[in-house]
């Protein structure tokens, strides 16, 4: 009885060290994993949003007072669809230049009415303040600020780091808006003295910008632009998404000589990102490796196009054989060469692999991101649209600074969030 417990008892505790043995060993011999996530993060529709709409009462607008002008029908449309396609919304309206006053409905929709006193209040009338709007973004809410847009260079730079402030390091995204609508009016605000400006000077039919710019968690912005991009008056394509969310989706595909370099990794393929990792063999024992690399995407609608000299930031975490413990660490061993963009769709480089001397697994995360600087590349209408300074007899209908204005907007988007385009994973 005794000798049988002690051999049950020995028999037992062997089992147990090999078992122990092997599942020490395995999880040395298995690579570091990353989460293999594709675009960021997910969300879904807020179900009821609160909105604050904020009208431009300075003199500049009231040019665009007019039953019929397309700044009358944007106005009736935005105060129509934000009381009726979200949710159990609260609207806010307010009236701003000099300063910010509430005001109720029948005053808001008072606006576009001809011979209108909305734009001829004293003490508010006189300066477009858009930074003291700015000042009152709630993050909770969806922003909508209809204005438009002329800014002087000091003024111009201040609005730009309040929406790097109060936007975009608050989580929130960023909108505009472009409508062209019949004008007649007087245009303040310039280098210049004021003009008069009408919808057939010279003889010819123009339409003067009037702007709305939207501040909000980025599906709501989504949703007004769907909501309106359809409307008779809307200009194809001048709507504008400010956002660290680029592409929609993407594929990654390495391009190497799969008998020597590389092979598809063996993964879970319940695994997002499955059919895109790969592991690195290096049967030649090469100290560098040239692989060439395609990723198709799609690019979410209203972003601008991003330029062709993405930023590869390279994530690297190793660890040593009979090790389960490993380091993560921003790595120079992985490079980018000669990178192409066609058909905005398709991104073709080469990786330049440097490979380490060290034992053990390495494995590598490769962000592609837009750059700081001239990270995305300007609409041409937002171009055709602008001037440095309009007058009467040059470019009387473009809005002042706008380039300047949405290229700001671009770059402190771009230095604060440092927006993604796709994601490389390989081990070696």
């Known amino acids: 009885m005794g000798m049988n417990f002690f051999y049950g008892l020995t028999r037992a505790a062997f089992f147990l060290f090999i078992a122990f043995f092997v599942s020490s060993c395995s999880k040395s011999d298995k690579p570091p994993v990353w989460d293999y996530d594709v675009v960021g993060r997910s969300y879904s529709a807020d179900q009821n949003v609160s909105i604050d709409i904020y009208l431009d009462a300075t003199k500049s607008m009231e040019g665009f007072a007019s039953p019929e002008t397309n700044f ?5 449309d935005i105060d129509v669809l934000s009381r009726n396609s979200f949710g159990n919304s609260i609207v806010n309206l307010y009236k701003f230049g000099d300063k910010i006053e509430g005001i109720g409905r029948e005053n808001f929709l008072d606006a576009y009415k001809i011979r209108t006193k909305f734009y001829r209040e004293k003490g508010l009338s006189h300066e477009t303040r858009i930074d003291n709007v700015i000042d009152s973004v709630d993050v909770s ?31 929130l995204d960023f909108g505009l808006i472009s409508i062209k609508s019949q004008f007649n009016g007087m245009v303040y605000d310039v280098y210049d003295s004021p003009y008069h400006l009408s919808q057939s000077n010279k003889g010819e039919i123009k339409y003067r910008p009037v702007y709305a ?7 709501n912005i989504k949703k007004l632009f769907r909501l309106l991009e359809n409307k008779s008056y809307a200009e194809e394509h001048h709507f504008l998404l400010i956002s660290p969310l680029v592409t929609e989706s993407f594929v990654v595909e390495l391009k190497p000589d799969m008998k020597n370099d590389f092979q598809k990794a063996a993964v879970d393929n319940t695994r997002p990102l499955s059919d895109m990792l790969y592991r690195l063999k290096n049967k030649k024992n090469k100290d560098i490796i040239v692989v060439p690399v395609n990723i198709k995407y799609k690019q979410y609608k209203y972003i601008p196009r991003f330029s062709s000299n993405l ?51 390495h494995s590598y995360k490769m962000y592609l991101n ?36 949405i290229g700001g907007i671009l770059q402190a988007n771009t230095s604060a969030r440092k927006p993604g385009v796709a994601k490389i994973y390989f081990t070696y």
């Not at 009358?72 to 009736?76: R, S």
């Not at 700081?372 to 300007?378: D, I, P, S, W, Y």
């Open 72 to 76: 009358a029908k944007l106005l009736k």
């Open 141 to 171: 809410k969806l922003t909508v600020v209809i204005t438009d847009l002329f800014q002087k260079g000091q003024d111009l730079n201040d609005v730009i780091s309040k929406i790097k402030l109060k936007c975009f390091d608050q989580g």
């Open 213 to 219: 710019l939207v501040f909000g968690k980025n599906y």
């Open 311 to 361: 930023e590869l930031v390279v994530y690297k975490q190793t660890r040593k054989k009979k090790s389960n413990s490993f380091n993560t660490f921003l790595s120079t061993e992985v490079k980018l060469d000669k990178l192409n963009i066609s058909n905005d769709s398709l991104i073709q480089s080469k990786l330049v692999f440097s490979v380490p001397s060290e034992k053990g697994w």
């Open 370 to 405: 837009v750059p700081e600087v001239e990270g995305f590349v300007l609409p041409e209408w937002v171009d055709s649209l602008s001037s440095e300074n309009p007058g009467q007899y040059d470019e009387e209908y473009k809005t002042m600074n706008l380039k300047n204005f």
